[in-house]
């Protein structure tokens, strides 16, 4: 009954790695997100796509891009990975109108180190 | 833009009470949805109860509901009875228009409730 799904639950790179996250959801949703989260500081979104190949920035997209290729499938892309993107990264998506009153539907999480 | 704060990063209370978790927002749009969210140690994020701004009523889901006071603008979350496996942590989170007619979350710091037997 998985939904959303995240390929990795724990990742573990090394400082100037390219870092592919991905995300896959069976729900034919409109919406997808990218959000990290830290202590203190709780969720922050990082990029969105509102539609296939469709993508905007959020609150806090410097040195992160995305790719959303197929309706099902949106990926986070670390660039050059650095040792401040430690930090675990949840993928959501949703529908659009009124079903939103339904929130999200969340991966399970994965928690990416950078050593 | 719209902004939700939780001032409690943690709270500690013995099985069987009853609990509130605080959560206020700030918004100029007449219509938004507030949210919460529990998140326990396993990391998934679980959708437990919803709020518009229009609803007459506050809302409950079993154990759960939301105490919306508009004037305030405070969506607390009541969690009645609690048990162990309320321990985890909670976030209250805010409904907010991008573009496209697409919507997304604003999220609160958080606040981390353990229950003690």
């Known amino acids: 009954d998985v939904k959303v799904t995240q390929s990795s639950r724990y990742l573990v790179k090394r400082t100037g790695e390219k870092v592919f996250l991905e995300c896959v959801q069976d729900?034919?949703?409109?919406?997808m997100f990218w959000y990290r989260q830290d202590p203190g500081l709780g969720l922050r979104l990082i990029y969105f796509?509102?539609?296939?190949?469709?993508?905007e920035k959020g609150d806090i997209p410097e040195g992160y891009s995305v790719s959303r290729e197929k309706k099902e499938r949106f990926s986070l892309i670390l660039e050059s990975a650095s040792t401040n993107q430690t930090s675990m990264y949840l993928c959501?998506?949703?529908?659009?109108?009124?079903?939103?009153?339904?929130?999200?539907?969340f991966g399970s999480g994965t928690r990416l180190t950078v050593v | 833009a719209q902004k939700i704060t939780q001032t409690q990063p943690g709270m500690f209370v013995q099985e069987k009470e009853a609990v509130t978790l605080d959560c206020t927002y700030d918004?100029?749009?007449?219509?938004?949805?507030l949210f919460w969210y529990k998140q326990p140690s396993s990391g998934e994020m679980i959708f437990l109860i919803y709020q518009g701004s229009y609803d007459q009523q506050n809302a409950t889901e079993g154990r759960y509901s939301l105490n919306f006071q508009k004037a305030r603008k405070s969506a607390n979350l009541v969690i009645s009875a609690s048990q162990l496996g309320d321990s985890a942590m909670y976030f209250c989170a805010m409904r907010e228009l991008i573009i496209q007619g697409a919507q997304k979350l604003v999220f609160g710091q958080g606040t981390r409730l353990t229950i003690n037997p």
């Open positions: 729900m034919d949703h409109e919406n």
């Open positions: 918004t100029s749009d007449p219509s938004y949805g």
């Open positions: 796509s509102y539609d296939v190949k469709m993508k």
């Open positions: 959501a998506s949703s529908s659009a109108g009124a079903d939103f009153n339904y929130g999200y539907t």
